[in-house]
């Protein structure tokens, strides 16, 4: 089914963002990205970059907040869980260049203290990453407090190690978070979701890939 010319502006505002964060991103760029013409931007989007931006990040927010249940669901021993995460998301930096991941902590980081309509769309995806995390490990048996806990660290360090690693061009911050955060929670035994998720091993894809292209159609 064709995009319509919304969905198609949606989509390569995203990626976009994903590759440049949002100052560099201007409605020029959209045009030529989109193959959409200018007067359809400010017809879908009278906001402007703004609203273009506030929209792509929450799609790309709801995708991106399944990885984490998509990387542990085959896992039923919590430390070897998030080991396995860091080094799912290493062999994904380096396999795509080092390339941005996600594009909702990098325009973070960058309007916090400009734009607030824009920093208070990613701490609902913030929010929303950090509640939903929580709610599938209460679903496995983790107790509440830990589930946020573990939730918290997992997104804190992988944010922070996805900065490090793009601008050394190195999987060192990835792996060694994965060594250092595991230990704490190895022994802690996963409940059996029973969601017929493949094996590690068996993937014939990346997750960090299948949430990009699931950013991209939901904008659709």
Request: proline share 5%; hydrophobic share 45%.
């Amino acid at each position: 089914m064709a995009r319509s010319t919304r969905e198609t502006i949606l989509t390569a505002a995203a990626e976009l963002m994903r590759h440049k964060g949002y100052a560099a991103v201007g409605m020029k760029d959209v045009v030529k990205a989109s193959g959409a013409p200018i007067g359809s931007l400010y017809h879908h989007f009278p906001g402007g970059k703004v609203q273009i931006a506030r929209e792509a990040l929450v799609n790309a927010g709801i995708a991106y907040g399944m990885l984490i249940p998509t990387l542990v669901d085959p896992h039923d021993d919590l430390g070897e869980a998030i080991e396995a995460v860091f080094t799912q998301a290493a062999d994904d930096m380096a396999a795509t260049g080092f390339a941005n991941m996600c594009p909702v902590a990098s325009v973070a980081a960058e309007v916090a203290d400009t734009i607030e309509e824009l920093r208070t769309t990613t701490a609902a995806v913030f929010d929303g990453w950090l509640d939903g995390g929580t709610a599938y490990f209460v679903e496995r048996d983790v107790p509440h407090a830990a589930a946020r806990d573990v939730t918290v660290a997992l997104v804190g360090a992988l944010e922070g190690a996805f900065v490090l690693a793009r601008t050394l061009r190195s999987t060192e911050p990835l792996l060694v978070a994965g060594r250092v955060l595991a230990p704490a929670y190895r022994g802690q035994r996963l409940r059996d979701r029973g969601s017929g998720q493949p094996r590690p091993e068996d993937r014939t894809s990346s997750p960090f890939d299948s949430a990009e292209r699931s950013s991209k159609s939901r904008a659709r």
